[in-house]
């Protein structure tokens, strides 16, 4: 995984703030994280694999709240 797609995962995961978050989420240090997005450090291997994970949790997290969305809205008069 290179620098560039390590940080945009990380931004779509935790938005602005993502270093932090991403840091707890793999049980590494917020300074790790840094060095990895900063190329001062490589980026392990096994890091695609567990963000991969991470991104599975979050789109089901957000296709249950789509789910929910939609089934809370009861259009009154709409024909869309």
């Known amino acids: 995984m290179t620098p560039a797609r390590f940080t ?3 931004e779509l995961l ?3 703030s993502w270093r932090g978050a991403l ?3 793999l049980d590494v240090a917020p300074r790790t994280v ?3 997005a900063d190329e001062t450090s490589p980026i392990p291997p096994g890091i695609s694999i567990d963000m991969a994970k991470l ?3 979050k789109a089901k997290q ?4 789509a789910c ?3 089934s809370s809205h009861k259009p009154q ?3 869309r």
């Open 8 to 10: 945009k995962i990380g």
């Open 14 to 16: 935790y938005g602005p």
């Open 23 to 25: 840091a707890l989420a």
């Open 34 to 36: 840094s060095r990895w």
């Open 55 to 57: 991104c599975d949790e």
């Open 62 to 65: 957000l296709a249950n709240v």
């Open 68 to 70: 929910g969305l939609r």
């Open 77 to 79: 008069g709409e024909t």
